[in-house]
């Protein structure tokens, strides 16, 4: 058997096949928004034909909207060239048993043009891929992990939409952050979420309350950053699933309500070569320890954060989380183990890491972790200071600079960046930046129910 409980190997899954453990297999992958698209296989056609060979799906699917709408407008695939196929390539190094759906595997795929089987460019787990092969030129791996929150309320999904999400019951009624007793009434669900998760492959460190009524935290183990990608890929996917059987819902959006605490994707990165974490040195900044690549790397991330805000904060509500006083970083400031900063850094020697506090639990890990690499990376190449330790409450801190409060900003900074066009290509560019402008634009042809409450009667 494989050392990490629920992976398993094609031979593991005959196995399990023949022995009527499994006769499932969904084989998925991720649009830009990061929701999982695919098929289920019956099991033994997957082990015939799949595995090897993978399979098609269509490639509108990475031009659609929310709505599942094909927008106009991508180069990449639009009506004029008929919305072909991309070739579905699984990755057999995450196939692993799903034990939260029954008699079922799965696996995630890479994404091909079946024309000339190079890797779809706009894909997001082929941008993650391409900026650790440049990680890797440089003598880099790179590890991290993934902190999710996420509210937790009685109404399923169908009584949810059905109440065109106003009203929700919060699973809980106070505050409970760090809170047992408040954690124990939703030990049916989060107790269900860890055994499921460190059962099929994504090994859980713990759980916890959150500081909204209703909101919990989920700690995964860190990886190789495009194993903590599939990781959370499937995190989010298995836990709208199990509160789906269960009758409840969970929503991963940056900012349900106005009124709470935002839900985060905390992402702590470090760099890491044969001999171990490269962060660790003989600098001092103020506590740290660090080494010059630690202070480039983090110089690059930091110049970088307005162009490349729309892979950490990709939809409109996004921008209502960051809210000063809120847990939500407004302005970009380092310190070490400083809750008010973007950047916090923590640990010490071989667990220096930087903690990223910007992105919403809405934001597609491929992209963000992308993200990281390119601008970490470009910081190394060029050493790019970072700046000084700020000590204090970076709330208060009006000289330093601050986040983009709008998407329509972030996604004209993305735009106009050589830096983005530099790093992702001019094709990923554009496509993204469409991508975001349509995101845009359905916000702006919409009437919302704040204007008709602030305008119906009283204008």
């Known amino acids: 058997m494989t050392a990490l409980k629920g992976m398993i190997s094609v031979d593991e899954l005959k196995a399990a096949v023949e022995a009527e453990e499994v006769d499932t297999v969904v084989v998925g992958f991720t649009d830009h928004y990061g929701r999982v698209h695919g098929k289920r296989f019956d099991a033994f056609h997957f082990l015939d034909e799949i595995s090897e060979h993978g399979t ?10 929310m709505e599942m709408e094909p927008v106009p407008g991508y180069q990449y695939a639009n009506w004029e060239l008929g919305y072909g196929d991309f070739h579905m390539v699984p990755d057999l190094a995450t196939l692993r048993k799903a034990t939260w759906l029954d008699k079922t595997a799965y696996v995630l795929c890479d994404l091909e043009d079946p024309r000339t089987h190079e890797l779809v460019t706009v894909a997001p787990r ?20 993934s902190e999710l929150e996420y509210f937790i309320f009685e109404d399923s999904y169908r009584q949810a939409a059905e109440k065109r999400y106003a009203g929700l019951v919060p699973t ?32 859980v460190e713990n759980s916890k309350g959150e500081w909204g009524r209703g909101q919990h935290e989920m700690n995964i183990r860190f990886t190789d950053l495009l194993g903590m990608a599939d990781r959370h890929t499937i995190m989010k996917q298995a836990m709208k699933e199990i509160a789906d059987g269960m009758g409840i819902s969970v929503t991963f959006m940056a900012k349900p309500d106005m009124s709470e605490a935002g839900s985060s994707c905390h992402l702590h ?52 989380r960051y809210q ?26 071989q667990s220096l890491r930087i903690e990223c506090r910007i992105p919403g639990a809405d934001a597609n890990p491929y ?63 554009q496509h993204y930046a469409h991508f975001f402008r349509i995101e845009q634009k359905a916000f702006d042809n919409s009437v919302t129910d704040w204007e008709r409450w602030r305008y119906f009667e009283r204008i």
């Open 56 to 65: 098609h799906g269509c490639d509108y699917l990475l031009t659609v909207d």
């Open 269 to 320: 990165v470090s760099l890491w070569n044969d001999e171990g974490n490269v962060l660790p040195g003989d600098k001092v900044f103020g506590p740290v320890h660090g080494s010059d690549i630690f202070r480039w790397f983090l110089g690059g991330w930091m110049a970088h954060i307005p162009e490349l805000m729309v892979f950490f904060a990709p939809t409109i509500n996004s921008y209502k």
């Open 126 to 145: 082929t941008i993650l891929r391409r900026q650790l092969e440049k990680a890797a030129a440089a003598g880099y791996a790179a590890k991290g992990a």
């Open 324 to 349: 000063d006083q809120s847990w939500a970083p407004t302005r970009l400031g380092w310190s070490y183990d400083n809750r008010t900063a973007g950047f916090r850094v923590v640990g010490h020697d």
């Open 367 to 429: 992209l963000a972790y992308s993200a990281v690499l390119a601008a970490g990376l470009d910081g190394i190449a060029n050493q790019t200071e970072a700046p000084e330790i700020f000590v204090g409450d970076v709330y208060a801190a009006a000289e330093l600079p601050r986040v983009p409060y709008t998407l329509h900003e972030a996604t004209d900074l993305f735009a106009a960046s050589d830096f983005v066009k530099k790093s992702f290509g001019e094709d990923v560019q």
């Open 172 to 203: 809980g009624w106070y505050i409970e952050d760090y809170h047992l007793l408040q954690g124990t009434r939703l030990e049916y669900y989060n107790g269900a979420v860890r055994r499921h998760l460190s059962a099929s492959g994504i090994p």
